[in-house]
């Protein structure tokens, strides 16, 4: 998890340097957004994000921007929106934002049971996409939690490569972004594959991956927060708005 301690305007600036002057000696085939170069120039906190989550190591901070520079480029992050997502996909809940943590974090939502291996991996992760960006914006980029509801899974739904996928996005574009992975209704017959899941995990995600049931979910995320089909209060039914 990111330190809570600041790093020094010396390891900043020399990230924003090393990065700006790369720019010039190498530039990419492609030129990176100007809205993510702005986000170096213009503001420090997506540096300080980075410096935080890599324990203040300034040469993993370079190396790691600019691959998410060059990544966010080729994803066309900015380009994403309602009109270009799978609409289906878009408009089933099979990936939404609802609600906060007890930590007034957004709930980002997985709604596992609609998913299966036929699902086009490429356009459930461009939603994932579009909202953690989303989030990101209007929050000045605060954590997100990620709530992976396995209410009703079988095995039919389960697809360790998406799920893989799903972990790969967060540990190497948002590493900063978790604040917890909640694993919600997690059936007994997918145990074995679950702990398969655990092995795809960094050491810092693990500390935060939390199993929950409608039991104890009231640790994480309180009863008016929560879902009725999670137990909670919430009579939310999912619409795109």
């Not at 957004?106 to 991996?121: A, D, M, V, Y």
């Not at 739904?157 to 996005?169: A, E, M, Q, R, T």
Request: charged share 30%; net charge negative; with cysteine.
């Amino acid at each position: 998890m990111p330190s809570d301690q600041l790093p020094s305007a010396e390891q900043i600036g020399q990230v924003k340097s090393s990065i700006l002057e790369k720019l010039e000696k190498e530039p990419p085939a492609v030129p990176f957004h100007p809205e993510d170069l702005k986000r170096i120039t213009d503001s420090d906190l997506w540096i300080t994000k980075l410096l935080q989550v890599y324990d203040f190591d300034v040469e993993k901070c370079i190396i790691r921007l600019w691959d998410n520079l060059a990544w966010r480029q080729s994803f066309g992050v900015y380009d994403i929106n309602e009109t270009n997502l799978n609409q289906e996909y878009l408009n089933d809940g099979s990936v939404f934002v609802h609600n906060k943590d007890k930590d007034g974090k957004p709930l980002l939502i997985l709604t596992i049971n609609k998913h299966s291996k036929s699902r086009n991996q490429e356009d459930l992760l461009r939603i994932l996409v579009f909202w953690i960006e989303r989030l990101q914006r209007d929050s000045k980029l605060d954590k997100i939690t990620l709530f992976m509801d396995m209410t009703g899974t079988g095995l039919s739904n389960l697809d360790l490569d998406f799920i893989k996928s799903i972990i790969g996005v967060f540990e190497t574009k948002y590493p900063y972004v978790p604040n917890y992975i909640l694993v919600h209704e997690l059936p007994f017959l997918l145990n074995a594959a679950f702990k398969i899941v655990k092995t795809f995990l960094p050491a810092e995600a693990l500390k935060i991956l939390k199993v929950t049931s409608k039991k104890d979910l009231d640790q994480y995320v309180d009863k008016d927060n929560s879902l009725k089909i999670w137990g909670g209060n919430d009579e939310y039914v999912y619409k795109f708005a």
